[in-house]
């Protein structure tokens, strides 16, 4: 995944958050309260008041319906980063002697967790309100306090859409580049692994030419292929990972076993009286076998027999 598509998918999923907290798509808590005693400029002056406190930001006030107001106020400082931030929308209803409240507080960004943050800033706005219209002593203590003006955040200043850039940067940029790179190393590997299988069966295939050849000269194939020369190889292939010589066992004078182990760990044998047919039955009649050509097809990879070894 390149950059362009990382930045397209990092766009794609922000303009999701986006639509989802514009539909009111996420975790959010409501509660009703009945303040008796109080009337909605002293309830939005004993918000302003607790968003002081709390240090909320961004307050809105939408317009009113029906002269109902409605406020919002962004909640960002309280609990885990990890809960990010709330709206709190608080609807005023007056009534007789009194003001009805609808609380919401909302996720934000289209959170469809909130690890009980919105509940909390229920219990907190309206532990605070009843508290301050409890008596008129309390509320004339607590209107008495000076609100000071509400820091305003641009979406790039917020503490949740911060870690909510870092989060999709980190899942759109870093986790694809990490997992190509992952890819390409076992690719490297394998590549590696099958190069190296197809020359050894290179290899099995030189020395079984050598011996079929041998065989004819000498109508007995030798103990030892190590200790002795061959006229179609000048030097034996050793294995091109661990340099070491391919096993070479004579089960009895007309058959031997030529064995290499695969990087999966399976072994390659080379039988004669399995990899050429007719041979076992020429041998017991008593005829001599003509001089066998290695078949390069059957080993599936490009393999000159005749070529000097370097």
């Not at 709390?54 to 609990?79: C, F, H, L, M, V």
């Not at 690890?115 to 301050?132: C, E, I, P, V, Y």
């Not at 030892?224 to 030097?235: A, G, K």
């Not at 990899?275 to 008593?286: H, L």
């Amino acid at each position: 995944m390149g950059i362009a598509d990382s930045a397209a998918s990092s766009a794609v999923a922000l303009g999701t958050a986006k639509w989802m907290e514009s539909r009111g798509i996420g975790a959010s808590k409501k509660t009703i309260l009945h303040l008796l005693n109080s009337t909605p400029e002293e309830v939005e002056k004993a918000l302003d008041i607790l968003a002081s406190q709390d240090r909320w930001s961004n307050k809105e006030t939408q317009p009113a319906i029906n002269n109902n107001p409605i406020i919002r106020y962004q909640i960002g400082q309280w609990g885990l980063s990890i809960s990010g931030s709330q709206l709190l929308i608080v609807a005023i209803i007056p009534s007789e002697n009194a003001t009805d409240i609808t609380l919401e507080s909302r996720s934000m960004m289209g959170q469809l967790m909130d690890w009980g943050r919105n509940q909390k800033n229920l219990d907190r706005a309206a532990s605070f309100l009843q508290n301050t219209f409890s008596s008129q002593e309390s509320k004339s203590s607590v209107l008495s306090m000076p609100a000071t003006p509400l820091p305003k955040q641009s979406l790039i200043e917020q503490k949740s859409f911060r870690i909510f850039l870092i989060i999709m940067g980190f899942i759109t940029i870093v986790l694809p580049l990490i997992f190509r790179v992952a890819t390409v190393q076992k690719v490297n590997v394998q590549m590696q692994q099958l190069n190296l299988d197809s020359q050894r069966q290179c290899d099995l295939a030189k020395i079984q030419y050598a011996l079929e050849n041998y065989y004819e000269r000498n109508k007995m194939y030798p103990e030892d292929i190590y200790n002795i020369s061959f006229p179609e190889i000048i030097t034996l292939p050793i294995d091109p990972q661990t340099s070491e010589h391919y096993q070479y066992r004579l089960t009895n004078p007309d058959r031997y076993e030529l064995i290499a182990q695969l990087s999966s760990g399976r072994t390659v044998t080379k039988d004669p009286f399995l990899d050429f047919p007719g041979k076992n039955a020429s041998i017991k009649a008593g005829r001599s076998t003509p001089p066998l050509l290695i078949d390069k097809s059957m080993y599936e990879i490009p393999c000159s027999l005749t070529e000097k070894s370097k």
